[in-house]
């Protein structure tokens, strides 16, 4: 097993190439997600020295912490962000491609090759969302796992945690593999659910374990509900989570799945699908998204190479190709490209604002980049923002004109809110993007 290691400068060579992939989509991508908004603004405001209000976001702050020395160097925050997220995120191929040899050393390197070419795991850090940074931590963990140093897997672990609490379905392989001593993984991972508790409690917020768990059972949409379980959409959940593997994994998904079948009287393969069927539990109990499958692709490095061991040499050659092609166009695969008018508008906005003016509606990205603190990570009644616009200090009202009842809503605001006069620029953008900015009259 030893001589057929992959050499250390072969890993080196497949992360940077994976980093040039994930910069060249970030430079091509025009505005962070949604979510990364807000992890964005907490790295503004870690790198401002104003750590109680990062920390009262409901978000984990690893993310925001990572970017914080950019931030602070001067670097724009979106371009930093993406910076920060591309360097962490291609070392996720490095216990990618370990944990594979353990299987099929042969195979290892186009293991690492395709994970490295995941296109939504590509495109997720060009958006500066957690997944991409959280699965270098998780195959950290899973890679520390395997080879029996469990007290090392929950430390990597517990880092995972400060970026997604599903970090706690990390330690699953841990006792399918070490049995007892798997125990050794929990009391890392353990201290940090608590530090972070205790940390965000002594900046003002409540002692929480995770915190999440309640913000998302008071959405509205999740399975999880305030008051309890809402049988109806765990099935939903269920009948959507097919899609949501194959959008969050492509063809290499499906070989996985394979590669599951073939392992399943190995205790190494129970171990890692102990790791799946707790995530799946947890996407079930909230909502079946892409996102929430394909931050945990290191799990699937140990399945994808016995799935192409299996196959002939000629077909497997093939669908290597196919694989690879289809891979590199999906990474360059973007939608919503018009999406650049919100920071377009947003900028604008930060320009016209004078202290004390800010912004109300629901386009978060706008508000960010009108240099205002991001909007909650929910959505949000039209009864809400009619609320939110009669705020003291209110100027501005952005609105998605393509979301419903927003135009009724725009509509219903006159004449205490018209239709503002932006430069052409702009209002070309807004026009794209469909955006109704409002100002107070």
Known sequence: MTESRVPALEIAGLCAMAFALRMLVAVLTPVPAEDAANYLWMAQRFAAGDWAAALSEVFPPGLPLLVAPVVAAGFDPFRGGQLVVASVAALAIWPCVRLAETREPSLARITGVLLALLPLATRFVGEVLTEPVFATFAATALLAALRGHHAWSGVAAALAFTLRPEALALPAANLVLGRVRGLAAVLPLGAGVVGLAAWRSAHGQAFELLPKLGFNAARGDAALSADGIRWQTVLENLV????????????????????????????????????????????????????????????????????????????????????????????????????????????????????????????????????????SPR?????????????????????????AGNAELAASLAPGF????????????????????????
């Open 240 to 375: 959507a989570l097919p899609g949501a593997w194959l959008e969050a994994f492509w063809g290499v998904g499906l070989l996985a799945l394979y590669g599951i079948w073939r392992l399943r009287g190995d205790r190494t393969g129970r171990a890692f699908v102990a790791v799946l069927a707790v995530v799946v539990m947890a996407v079930l109990a909230f909502l079946t998204r892409r996102r929430f499958l394909v931050a945990w692709f290191p799990v699937l490095a140990l399945f994808l190479p016995v799935a192409l061991a299996a196959l002939r040499e000629r077909s497997r050659y093939v669908l290597q190709v196919l694989l690879v092609l289809t891979s590199l166009l999906g990474c360059l695969n973007f939608t919503d490209d018009d999406r650049y008018g919100e920071r377009v508008v947003g900028e604008w906005l930060a320009t016209m604002l004078r202290p004390g003016e800010t912004v109300a509606g629901d386009m978060t990205r706008v508000i960010w980049f009108a240099g205002l603190r991001p909007l």
């Open 379 to 403: 959505h949000f009644s039209t009864e809400e923002l009619r609320e939110a616009t009669r705020a003291a200090g209110v100027r501005f009202v952005v609105l998605g004109g393509r979301r």
């Open 418 to 441: 018209t239709p503002t006069g932006m430069p052409l620029r702009e209002t070309r953008a807004a026009e794209r993007r469909g955006l109704l900015v409002l100002e107070r009259r």
